[in-house]
């Protein structure tokens, strides 16, 4: 967003809470994911539009590649010197003038035309209530860093995303033992089909003219193939069809299940002690419990409600814009099911300096997008119904969502930047970033 406005030449500031960029990938924040994290996403679909990851990196980056390529990325398009570190936003509201923002430490609220919110959601954790207390540790997922925690302990892992199966491997391989609780069985995929990433595959196959639901039908006959069913691994069939919930990419999960090394278990019931009982009536003495049970979306500093519904689904026009008010949008609040989030959220950036420069210079343009934010409910999701859980409310289908977004920038013309050249990050791991918290643009 930054790096979108700067092009455009929209005057703006930048606060960020942490030193560096990265977010979750910014291995110094209290928020950064698990050490030994991979992207669960290809290369080619995650990579933003104009810069490519080094040619000697892996398909599937580290998490310690990813924050060198985001800080790559901010050197090389000159990006450090737009952004406030250390600098955390208190709070903000909406008034009949605009936007008041308190910074941190400081009194009065500074004024503003408007607010692009791109704070993630994967950093507040959910962590669920059971009967019982449990005597021995118990972490979230979120305050997992490293597999040393892990080293020589009994350990269980609640959930089935990304995360869960990340841990459970280590575990199974430092730990003294490996147990999984699941309330329901997800789809686990293979992260490469045919040697090639999954995601690329599924969206080459997206591509196809085939009606949606022979489509599903290939995607169920191509699981059943590759993996069979769920029962030859000790797990229950999946309450769910294909893609109403999302799937969990991973190589060694199941691997795991069939070499004894993770053993699978029905949700959790109760605690008790260093004793944890499960919904099947069989039981595990463990020393540590980790709930991998996702996160949840919360705005600390604002009203949920500005883009909350009263059920928890977003209210904002392709997760990016508000309804009625035209200044006030999201960047990266969404999950796709396969493929990247940084790809799709550069687009969302591209959008929103689209429609704030036509807002100046192509006033009927503005005003026809307007009428489309205020009703428009295209298809971006997988056309099937989700479960109604936190986890899925913002779930898209990666190419429908690309390629929506692209057809509204052509529309605005001469007013949408376009994605620029790409260029490709160096083999070296970028220096460290500059410090000055007084850095910062003058709005």
């Not at 810069?51 to 390529?69: L, R």
């Not at 841990?167 to 699941?182: E, F, N, P, T, V």
């Not at 489309?372 to 971006?380: F, H, S, T, Y």
């Not at 990666?398 to 977004?405: C, P």
Request: aromatic fraction near 12%; hydrophobic fraction near 35%.
């Amino acid at each position: 967003m930054v790096k979108r406005f700067a092009e455009s030449g929209i005057d703006f500031d930048c606060f960020e809470a942490e030193s560096d960029v990265g977010g979750i990938w910014n291995l110094d924040s209290p928020h950064a994911v698990y050490g030994s994290t991979h992207l669960n996403s290809s290369a080619k679909l995650t990579r933003y539009l104009d810069f490519d990851f080094a040619e000697d990196w892996p398909v599937y980056a580290s998490a310690a590649q990813a924050q060198a390529y985001f800080r790559a990325y901010a050197e090389e398009f000159g990006l450090y010197d737009h952004i406030t570190f250390n600098t955390r936003v208190g709070h903000i509201e909406r008034d009949d003038d605009g936007w008041l923002v308190t910074l941190e430490g400081e009194t009065e609220p500074r004024r503003y035309d408007g607010v692009v919110m791109a704070t993630g959601h994967h950093w507040h954790p959910f962590v669920p209530e059971y009967p019982g207390t449990f005597e021995g540790e118990v972490l979230h997922s979120h305050d997992v860093k490293s597999k040393a925690q892990l080293k020589d302990k009994r350990v269980l892992v609640v959930g089935a995303g990304n995360s869960a199966v990340d841990i459970l491997d280590d575990a199974a391989h430092d730990g003294k033992a490996a147990i999984h609780s699941m309330r329901r069985t997800y789809y686990f995929f293979p992260k490469l089909l045919f040697g090639k990433p999954t995601d690329t595959v599924i969206d080459r196959i997206s591509r196809a003219p085939i009606p949606r639901k022979v489509m599903y039908k290939l995607y169920k006959l191509g699981m059943r193939i590759l993996i069979g069913p769920h029962d030859r691994y000790g797990l229950p069939k999946p309450d769910h069809d294909l893609f109403e919930a999302h799937p969990t990419a991973s190589n060694t999960y199941l691997d795991h299940l069939v070499h004894g090394r993770v053993v699978a278990k029905p949700g959790v019931e109760r605690l008790e002690g260093r004793r944890v009982y499960f919904t099947d009536e069989t039981s595990a003495e463990v020393d540590m419990v980790i709930w991998a049970t996702g996160f949840q979306v919360h705005f600390p500093f604002m009203e949920d409600s500005y883009v909350l519904d009263e059920r928890g689904w977003s209210k904002l026009f392709i997760h990016t814009f508000h309804r009625d008010w035209d200044d006030f949008f999201a960047v990266g609040l969404f999950d796709p099911a396969e493929g990247g989030v940084w790809q799709v959220a550069d687009q969302q950036a591209r959008l929103i300096a689209a429609f704030i420069t036509a807002e100046e210079k192509d006033p009927e343009r503005a005003e026809w997008f307007r009428e489309l934010k205020r009703q428009g409910a295209p298809d971006i999701g997988h056309g099937i119904k989700r479960q109604d859980t936190p986890w899925h409310r913002f779930e898209i289908h990666h190419l429908r969502f690309r390629r929506y977004m692209k057809r509204l920038l052509k529309k605005f013309g001469a007013c949408a930047l376009p994605a620029g050249e790409m260029r490709t990050m160096g083999e070296s791991t970028p220096s460290s970033p500059p410090k000055d918290e007084s850095l910062k643009l003058a709005s």
